[in-house]
Each structure stands twice: as C-alpha cells, then as structure tokens.
C-alpha cells in the first residue's frame, strides 16, 4: 500500500510488507530462463556433467549445514580455517 | 561494520594526497582527501581561483572501510591495461592526453558509443542535447563499425557495450546496430534509453521484439521514481509514469527480461524515491534484473553553492537505501566495492577458459549488493545472508595468488621430451590440474556458504563454467543494486581517471578511434571532441520531437486527427 507524504505530496510504497508470492516469482523467474537456455543445444543446463556436479554439491550443502549446526560456531571456525588451508596446500 | 570495527585503522583520521582538477579553469592542481566530522571531504586550491571543498562520502566509516587494507586484504586493485593508443604529448600527464594513453592502469570493460545527441527530452541538466548544441552529433554505420571493431580488436577485448546518447533509439537503424555489435563479439549489448522506441503506441511492441532479435541484451532505463511530479521535476514532462510502464509492458510480452533501472539521485529532488524504485523492481521482477542509482555528477557551469545543495554521495544513497528498506539491506554489512570480485573473477574465467570481465576500477567509483527473497520466510534480504563474503574473497585472493602464473606459464613438461605427442599429453596434464583447482575452489566456496536452495545450486553453476546462462539466470533470481557515482570538476581524482573502466568511443574524422574514459570525457574532453566530430543540424531535425511532451511531432499530429475522427485505425 502506498502512503502519501505529506511534505512533498508524492507516492511512498513501504517496503515491509512484500507479496507472499513474492519469493515464488523470484524463483520462477529464474527457474523460466533456465528453461529459455534449455532449450538451446549447447545450453550448459543441458550438461549431464555439469547438472551431476551441482546434484553433487546441493546434497554435500544441506549435510555441511546439518553438520555446522551441530559443531557451532568456535568449532565452525577451527574447521573452515583448517579446510581453507588443506585446499592451499601445496598450490 | 564489516571488520574493521575495534580497529585502531578506523579511529585514525583517513588522510591522502591526490591530483584533481580546478572547477574553474580544469588546470591540474594537487588535492587532499581527508576526515572531517565523520565525512571524507576533498579539499584545493587553485592559484589563480581560490580555494574549492567538497564532500566525497557522508560516512568517513564507509569510505574507510572501502580503502582498508592489509597484506591479503585491498580493494584497490592492479589492472591489466591493454598497449596505449596514443603517447603523451601533453606534459600536464593525466587527463589531457586521454585517447588512451600509457597512464592508464585499466582495461575497458563498458565500451560506449554516442549514437546521436538527438532526444525526444529536453532535460535541463543533460550534455547531450541538439537543440542547446545547435550541431548534429551521430556517427554513421561504418563509423560505429570502426569503434566497435577498435574495442573488440585489443588483446583484452571490451566484453560489453552500451549505447548512449541522446536518446539512442530515435535512430531509424537501431536495430541494425545491435546485430553489427553481435556480430563483432560483444556478450552484453546495452541501451542506455528513456524508453522512447519501447513504448510507442504505435509499433512500439513489433519493434521491440525486433531489437531483441537482433541482438539487444539489456534496457539501461531511466526511471527517476513512480511520481508523475517526480519526473516533472527532473524531465519537466507531465504524466511519464504511463510512459515508463508502457516499456516494461512492451519488454514483458517481447519477453526481453533484462531492464535495469537506472536512477539519477539529487537531494531533495529523487531521494525520496529510492525506496519506491526498490518495490518497483521487486513488484517486476520477471523483467527488471537490477538498479543503478546514480549520484548526480555536475558536469557544465554550475556554482559552488548549486552544486552543494545537489550533491550526493555514494554513502548517503546506500545509507538511504538503508533507512528505506527498513535496515533490510544494510549500510554496516550489505555493500561491497566493484572491485571485490577482480581475484574471484579471474578464477572462474581461467578455470573455464573464458574472457575475464575486469573491474578494476577505484575503490570510489561504485558498491554493489544482491538483493534476495528468502523462499523460506518471504522476505527481502541481501545476498550476504547467503553465504560469508569476507571469507569468500579471503581465500579467492589466496587462491589466485597462488595459481595466477599458472594462466602464463602452462605446464610444459612433456612436450620437450616428445614434441608434438609430448603437446598432447601436456594438454591432458593442464586439464587435469584445472581439475583439480576447479575441485579445491568449489569446496572452500561451499563451506562458505550458509543457505542451500534454488538460488544457491545457480551460484554453484556460475562458479563452475562462468558461462552467461548460469550468470543470466542466478541474475534472474536476484535483484542487483549498485550505486555508481560519476565524477565532475568539483571531486574529480585523477587516481579514480587512470583505473576507469567505462570508455567512451569516437570516431575521429582522420579515420582513427578516440578511446576516452567516461568521467574524463564529460568533465575535459567532450566539448573539443563533438566541435571536430559535429554535423549541420537541419530544421527536420530540430523539429522532429515536441520535447515538452516526449513524442514526435508527427505521433502527436496523428492523435489529434485521430481523436477528431478523421482516422479509423483502431491500432492507435
């Protein structure tokens, strides 16, 4: 809803209250152009590599945020700084 | 804010030396940038006019964080520069022998052509203008073949193009000039546009769905707010909300989803819309995939009191956008320099063999963030919700500094033992070692990532092959603001002129190309340039647009005979 302010008379939409649809079309928008590329031959969406990988990592994501949740947050940090540096060893 | 709170950097007052320019005469004369009241404010001193000050950034905390540095740790960033196109033959340096010269520390990653200085608005505050220049400014096809085929044919090629004007898309070739930029390899073709072929009543749709086919990627729109009394005020045109709508409309249905609305911010005159712009956006997100709000830089003849009242800076939009948002996107945690993804960048471009986008410009020249809606709780929040920035460009400035001699120096161990068999197998050797970098790089940027979802397998994507149809689509999922602030003679820094990333294109009448950076262009170079490059201006010409409503003269001939009944094309 639009509230109208009073020193200057203009239109001022308030930017607490979003749509409830408003993540759906977010996400529908990005889900409609993935079906755009699709469609094209050499699209990268139409990768088996490519679409195995991301599968891959969406289920290692969920385990780690699982796993972080239970470690909290100073053993969260003695981990990432130790996995950082195992993955500059030797570079 | 960020991590530099607690620190002794940030109570020491910022301080630096620079180079700018007078106001007044735009000879070059030493400056200082320094704190005062918690501002960065730049001060000097002209011998011949006095002494001039200007305030860089409202917040001397934000500014400080954004040239914070430590020994892994800067936003100021080494470019790679393409060869000079020119030598310096002006001893004055930096910016008088712009063209490019052997100064310049960055390449071009926005090249932009003037297309015509001929518009359908009449904006009081605007360079380009054919009625107030009394000459005709626009190169011919061959011309913007020539500018294009300069910025394309330079060892590090201009990945993207925007046309500007004027209003580029009064010209009747267009669409022929989107398919010629296609043509000569550039990913990203961008108008910078009022609106004016998109909206038409009449044909605007047929001839939007044309430039899209042609090859136009994305409308840079400018869209001052949702008011009508908003654009009376900074486009001295009546009811242009319609106007603005009937582009968004017309890309929808053309399914041209890539507008980003651009905003040029004054205070006291556009300010009070940020918010307003941000909801708009959201509410159009099929179509709108971010926006730029832009500082008014004060180019031309104006006083030092004018220009204090107008000015704004890059601090107050983001802290405006804060206050507007309801402190959903952040001035103490939403906001990154441009310049933050250079080393993340060129990771993904060596390691899927792709060009690489450089933004290595200042630190001062523009912040961005990534707006998102969380599926989970539908509610606006920045990208930075989604995983820990600070830790991500930690290590990518690691990580490229140990694998960056790579991209030079490819492994050649095999070939001088077996010629051309040893090639092959140094090939495979290269490709598994890409391999295995891809691997390492993947995993410390998932454990550095704090939501799963839909938004964040794109994000893997774009990490894993760069590629414009994972970037197109994770930019589909989000929303992109940025501020970007332009320079003018008041704030101008000639250490932000060297690192410019945005290059203005000139065809020059001696059959050479003038590369000129964008702030220097509008402060120093563009009056000399257009009196050597400017054509006669016919009275067709000057009297094609009726500027006090935005359309043709004939457009507004062929309503009234309609709206008197002697025309019955129900189209119109």
């Known amino acids: 809803m639009a509230e109208i302010d009073p020193e200057s008379g203009l239109k001022l939409r308030k930017l607490t209250e979003l749509k409830p649809t408003a993540a759906e079309e977010y996400q529908e928008a990005m889900l409609n152009r993935v079906d755009y590329f699709s469609k094209k031959r050499d699209s990268t969406f139409n990768s088996f590599v490519e679409n195995t990988i991301v599968g891959s990592l969406k289920i290692l994501l969920d385990l780690k945020v699982k796993v972080e949740e239970m470690l909290g947050d100073d053993n969260k940090e003695k981990v990432h700084e130790m996995i950082d540096k195992l993955l500059l060893f030797g570079l | 804010m960020y991590h530099i709170d607690g620190t002794d950097y940030l109570k020491t007052p910022y301080y630096s030396k620079t180079r700018s320019l007078c106001p007044e005469c735009l000879q070059r004369i030493g400056a200082e940038i320094y704190e005062e009241n918690d501002q960065i404010w730049m001060r000097k001193t002209c011998p011949d006019h006095g002494d001039f000050k200007d305030i860089i950034s409202s917040s001397a905390k934000y500014y400080k964080w954004t040239h914070y540095k430590t020994e892994n740790w800067s936003f100021d960033k080494d470019g790679d520069a393409n060869p000079p196109d020119c030598e310096i033959t002006d001893k004055r340096g930096c910016p008088y022998n712009c063209g490019l010269c052997p100064e310049h520390l960055s390449t071009c990653s926005l090249a932009l052509i003037d297309l015509t200085n001929r518009c359908n608005f009449n904006c009081n505050f605007c360079y380009a203008n054919v009625q107030k220049a009394g000459y005709l400014i626009e190169p011919s096809l061959e011309e913007i073949d020539r500018i294009m085929a300069h910025f394309r044919n330079k060892p590090i090629p201009a990945p993207s193009i925007m046309f500007t004007g004027g209003e580029p898309t009064v010209r009747k070739d267009f669409p022929e000039i989107c398919a ?240 051309d068999f040893g090639e092959t197998l140094d090939k495979g050797v290269n490709w598994l070692d890409k391999q295995q970098l891809k691997a390492r790089f993947l995993l410390a940027m998932l454990q550095h990532t704090k939501k799963p979802g839909k938004l964040m397998e794109m994000f893997s994507r774009v990490l894993i092959d760069g590629k414009w149809d994972s970037i197109s689509a994770f930019t589909h999922g989000t929303l992109l603001i940025s501020s970007m602030h332009f320079q003018d003679a008041y704030d101008f820094n000639i250490e932000r002129v060297k690192r410019c990333i945005v290059h203005f294109g000139v065809a020059m009448p001696d059959g050479t190309v003038k590369e000129v950076s964008f702030c220097t262009m509008n402060t120093l170079h563009r009056p000399e340039i257009e009196k050597q490059v400017a054509k006669k201006l016919t009275e067709k010409v000057k009297n094609e647009f009726d500027t006090t409503m935005g359309y043709r003269v004939d457009e507004i001939d062929q309503e009234v005979a309609h709206n008197g009944g002697t025309i019955k094309d129900e189209e119109f």
């Not at chain 2, 939007?208 to 136009?216: C, H, P, R, Y």
């Not at chain 2, 001295?236 to 968004?248: A, C, D, P, S, T």
């Open chain 2, 180 to 419: 010629m930029a296609k043509k000569h390899g550039f990913k990203e073709v961008i108008v910078a546009t009022n609106g004016y072929g998109f909206q038409r009543k009449n044909g605007g749709l047929e001839w939007t769905k044309k430039v899209f086919e042609a090859g136009l990627d994305t409308l840079y729109f400018q869209f001052d707010g949702i008011n009508n009394a908003t654009y009376e005020k900074t486009r001295g045109i009546k009811n242009l909300m319609e106007y603005k709508q009937r582009v968004i409309e017309n890309c929808r249905k053309a399914e041209l989803t890539s507008i980003v609305l651009v905003a040029t911010i004054a205070k006291g005159v556009t300010d009070i819309e940020i918010g307003n712009i941000i909801q708009y956006a959201i509410d159009n997100i099929d179509v709108v995939r971010g926006i730029t709000f832009q500082p008014v830089a004060l180019c031309g003849r104006i006083t030092a009191e004018d220009m204090q009242e107008l000015r704004i800076t890059n601090a107050d939009v983001i802290q405006e956008i804060d206050n507007q948002t309801g402190g959903k996107i952040s001035i103490e945690s939403a906001w990154y320099p441009l310049t933050t993804i250079v080393e993340w960048g060129r990771i993904i471009a060596y390691l899927a063999d792709i060009e690489p986008v450089e933004f290595t410009c200042h630190p001062d020249c523009g912040f961005a963030t990534y707006l998102a809606i969380d599926p989970e709780t539908n509610e606006m929040v920045s990208i930075m919700d989604y995983f820990d920035p600070l830790k991500i460009i930690d290590f990518a400035n690691k990580f490229w500094d140990k694998i960056k001699n790579k991209e030079k120096e490819p492994i050649k161990f095999f070939s001088s033992l077996l010629g």
